[in-house]
């Protein structure tokens, strides 16, 4: 076979998955006079990282568990490009590269930041979520990459690539405890079956306490509990057929995401939800407001329940000197929220009512029958999100080998997401703020087709061009169901349908430089589809128009190579793209006092900067990694924006005749683009020797984010400070019969307090204020990490 089949890896050292304070060269690297290759497959064959005209991190086991990577949301933490949008709602919540992504509340909209785990696409940012326990590596492609990875790749792409089965019988367990209450295990299994059959399987279980005081229930919050495994069997049908089967269920429990008051203007003018004063419903949370505040008064009802299925068969053929491919994959993402808008445990309707009882009128308006919850709600205004996301993609690849005068991949897609949505938020009986009473089901199906290929020629012995495209089909459905809470009749029963052609393109040039450097130039065109806005709160009049589909004209330059005998590498790159017809979140307060909703397209984008990222090897013992990113991402045209709560004339809102009140936010910057970031990790190892039992390793590992402003029309109050964190490590290894490694760790051992996000709350509210999503590692905490192999 051309293509790396079943007997993938023989069996490795522990240091390779297990310390936390790896350096970040691969499998037995810490004592090697150079730094091995990185084999990566970001267009979708396998290279030399340093061959790829693509501007792109790789990120190993190592430097997860250095940086204390827990799931993708905190790959941010190793990409200075990479930030992440917290949110309330994990379906809300997303990526952004570049200081591009899609935070938008609507299901029909898709990231435009693409995760493929094992080259299957998700479809959903909540979905994006993913544990990242048995991983091989981590690619962070930076910029438009629609070419090779369609719809949803706008921006870049993040792909994950499990462990496979191994030529070896091998086993391994891990445990990891900490003082902030977390448990975590996983367990893996792998090796030959048969000579021609070779499997892998891995679990993991992560209980985490809360970290939040919820002075309403007197316990905390915003802890979890997750659960999952992964499959794997891989079949050598025969010498030219290979069959790679997989599975992966996740299951997650969270109270995720409490928001804690941070800053109001006027706390004695505060209102809850424009109805009843902050400090008659909650006075004992106002002496805890400030920044660094971890208390709440909530009911116990904040909930987040996920359950992930993903399957796939890989058939992989000879075809003379070619390589066939067919991927066919389906998954099934279950979610359902539920929590609270008016922040408080406060009797604020005055009244009792089971709000999810089964077969309840209120529980469920719709009768469908599905009521996931049976909480009961003391009169607060509580909210309840359950999605079903089904998924089905087929992709064909044809890979050519490496000819003298170059090479080329063909492809194939189709995919079909079918995502349903039922919403309800429950407000009776406010007055005013009735509007923020709602209940629609939805049904949104997006259909796609396209074919794409790739083709690089090699101009001479040191010149290369490569030149790929798209042409793709989408087409949109949606279906959307709202009544009115009161009368129970439906205000709103639609259905409308849209399709499109898309060609899409992509070309570089690469110049090779010395005996391990190249220089490359690229231009990439990137797409991100038109959706139909199900969580629009406006009324409906007429015909109801898609959100406009977002493209992107991308260019870029920079620098590879290996320098030093093979004991530095750099990468730099410089970038300028824009980006037109932007999809964002835009919420508003109307003068009936109700909060709207809705996707607008901003007229256009404008993103440029420098990225760098090195790693050096100093001595035979000594690694060390430095990467950053100096971004701008400006907003270029945006004549019509909403003005931020408060905001005046002389601050730059315009009321016109039609008492329609707009800021421009052309030249502004985008928000939650840090300028600035960077991070640096050190690794030394002392080799096993008469004294040490076992190979010594010690790491540090610091990330820097300058401050942003969270908010899209740059409301003052929502502006954050910049921050670090600090990593520290200290393990163990021991080899043997048994392979065992002990490792112990603080994480922010700086006790920095920072956020993952704000959230305005100044509209409801009335009056100046904000909130603050608070991450696992805001303060210190230490740990112990156990692992043993077979």
């Known amino acids: 076979m051309h293509q790396r089949t079943i007997t993938l890896s023989p069996r490795g050292r522990l240091t390779a998955y297990a310390l936390a304070a790896f350096c970040s060269l691969h499998q037995g690297a810490a004592h090697a006079a150079v730094l091995e290759e990185v084999i990566v497959t970001a267009q979708k064959r396998e290279q030399n990282m340093m061959d790829v005209p693509v501007a792109l991190t790789a990120v190993s086991p190592e430097d997860l568990l250095s940086y204390g990577v827990r799931d993708t949301a905190d790959l941010t933490k190793i990409s200075p490009s990479l930030t992440y949008d917290q949110t309330g709602l994990a379906q809300n919540s997303g990526f952004r590269i570049r200081g591009i992504g899609t935070v938008v509340y609507s299901v029909s909209a898709e990231s435009a930041v693409s995760v493929v785990i094992d080259d299957v696409a998700t479809t959903q940012s909540g979905q994006a979520l993913a544990d990242l326990t048995d991983v091989e590596r981590v690619e962070i492609l930076r910029g438009p990459q629609s070419t090779l990875f369609g719809r949803n790749a706008s921006a870049g792409v993040i792909n994950v690539v499990t462990k496979g089965p191994t030529s070896e019988f091998e086993t391994s367990a891990e445990l990891t405890l900490t003082d902030d209450d977390q448990e975590k295990i996983t367990a893996a299994a792998s090796g030959p079956i048969s000579d021609s059959l070779a499997y892998r399987v891995t679990g993991y279980y992560d209980d ?133 808008l008016d922040l408080t445990s406060f009797d604020l309707l005055n009244f009792d009512f089971p709000i999810f009882a089964p077969g309840g009128t209120l529980g469920d308006p719709f009768n469908t029958g599905v009521v996931p919850f049976t909480i009961a709600s003391n009169g607060g205004v509580v909210q309840l999100n359950q999605l079903e996301v089904d998924f089905f993609s087929q992709e064909f690849r044809l890979l050519s080998p490496e000819e003298e005068w170059g090479n080329y991949i063909a492809g194939l897609y189709y995919s079909e997401m079918d995502a349903d949505r039922k919403f309800d938020r429950y407000a009776p009986g406010l007055g005013v703020t009735a509007g923020l009473d709602a209940h629609n089901l939805s049904d949104n199906v997006v259909t796609s087709a396209s ?114 005998d093979n004991r530095f590498r750099l990468e730099v790159v410089g970038f300028y793209t824009v980006y037109d017809d932007y999809q964002a979140q835009e919420t508003t307060l109307t003068d009936a006092g109700a909060v709207v909703f809705n996707t607008e397209n901003v007229g256009e984008l404008e993103t440029f900067g420098i990225e760098l990222d090195t790693t050096t090897l100093i001595g035979d013992n000594f690694t060390l990694q430095f990467a950053a990113a100096w971004i701008d991402a400006t907003i270029k045209e945006y004549p019509n924006a909403e003005c931020y709560f408060g905001q005046t004339e002389a601050q730059g809102c315009v009321t016109d005749e039609n008492n329609i009140s707009t800021q421009d936010l052309g030249g502004k910057d985008l928000q939650n683009s840090p300028d600035f970031k960077f991070n640096i990790a050190g690794t030394y190892v002392w080799p096993a020797s008469d004294v040490l039992p076992g190979d010594v390793l010690a790491n540090a590992s610091y990330s ?87």
């Open 704 to 790: 820097w984010t300058d401050g942003v402003n969270h908010d899209l029309q740059l409301a003052p109050w929502m502006e954050d400070d910049s921050y670090g964190i600090l990593n520290l490590a200290l393990g163990m290894e021991v080899e043997g019969d048994v392979n065992y490694a002990i490792t112990l760790f603080v994480n922010n051992a700086l006790d920095e307090s920072y956020n993952s996000g704000l959230l305005d709350a100044s509209l409801a509210a009335v009056t100046e204020s904000t909130a603050r999503f608070v991450p696992r590692d805001h303060s210190r905490y230490f740990g112990l990490r156990l692992k043993i192999g077979l």
């Open 208 to 340: 985490l306490e809360g970290w939040i005081n919820n002075i309403g229930t007197g316990g905390d919050t915003d802890g979890s509990e997750k659960w999952g495994v992964n499959t794997r069997l891989d079949w050598d049908v025969s010498d030219t057929v290979v069959l790679k089967f997989q599975g992966k269920y996740d299951d997650s429990d969270s109270a995720c995401c409490s928001s804690p008051l941070t800053y109001a203007e006027d706390i004695d003018a505060a209102m809850i939800l424009t109805v009843v004063p902050f400090t008659t419903a909650a006075p004992e949370i106002v002496p805890t407001i400030d920044d660094d505040n971890t208390t709440v008064s909530l009911d116990d009802i904040t909930e987040i329940i996920s359950e992930s299925l993903q399957l796939s068969m890989k058939a992989e053929v000879d075809i003379g000197e070619h390589d066939f491919m067919s991927i066919t994959a389906y998954s099934n993402w279950d979610l359902s929220e539920f929590n609270e």
């Open 451 to 564: 074919a794409f290929g790739q083709v690089t020629v090699n101009l001479g012995d040191s010149t290369r061009v490569t030149v790929g495209g798209r042409y793709q089909y989408e087409k949109i459905e949606f279906d959307l169901t709202r009544i009115d809470f009161y009368g129970g009749t439906p205000d709103i029963d639609v259905a409308y349908d849209d399709d499109d052609t898309i060609a899409l393109g992509s070309l570089a040039l690469q110049q090779d430089v010395g005996d391990s450097g190249m220089v490359f130039a690229r231009y990439a065109r990137g797409h991100k589809g038109q959706f139909f806005d199900a969580a629009a709160s406006d009324a409906f009049e007429g015909v109801l128009e898609p959100v406009a589909k977002e493209s992107s004209d991308a260019f870029e330059a920079g620098y590879k190579g290996q320098l030093f």
